[in-house]
């Protein structure tokens, strides 16, 4: 069983950056896909960034790239989302998730992932 924190969620003007972490419980936390989605009022959950277990490869979505970078710190137990140049349109609840498929390709559907965080608000103003 592994839980997930996360933190660092706010409020922010358009333009500026925030860093959201995700703290997980478990001395298995580098042997675990993780990924950031998102969900916006009235939409789906989304993944907007993903890294295998072993840190080598990640994806973005194409909303995000270049403007968000996800990193994991195993020695830590965390993974992190630096989000930059927010737009309105990054408004949303984002949520860490863990998945136990150790692939070599970041996973970025819902259902491929085991565990999840309880989410945390990110607001951009205009």
């Known amino acids: 069983q592994v839980q997930l924190v996360e933190s660092g969620g706010g409020l922010v003007q358009a333009g500026g950056s925030l860093r959201l972490s995700c703290a997980a419980s478990?001395?298995?936390?580098?042997?675990?896909?993780m990924g950031w989605f998102r969900q916006a009022p009235g939409k789906q959950r989304e993944c907007v960034a993903a890294?295998?277990?072993?840190?080598?490869?990640?994806y973005y979505a194409d909303s995000v790239k270049g403007r968000f970078t996800i990193s994991r710190d195993n020695a830590k137990n965390t993974v992190y989302l630096q989000m930059n140049s927010l737009k309105p349109e990054d408004t949303a609840v984002y949520y860490c998730?863990?998945?136990?498929?150790?692939?070599?390709?970041?996973?970025?559907?819902?259902?491929?992932?085991?565990?999840w965080g309880q989410g945390t608000q990110v607001t951009v103003s205009s």
């Open positions: 998730a863990a998945t136990t498929r150790r692939t070599i390709v970041p996973r970025s559907t819902t259902w491929e992932y085991d565990y």
């Open positions: 478990g001395r298995t936390f580098s042997s675990y896909g």
């Open positions: 890294i295998t277990w072993s840190g080598t490869n990640t």
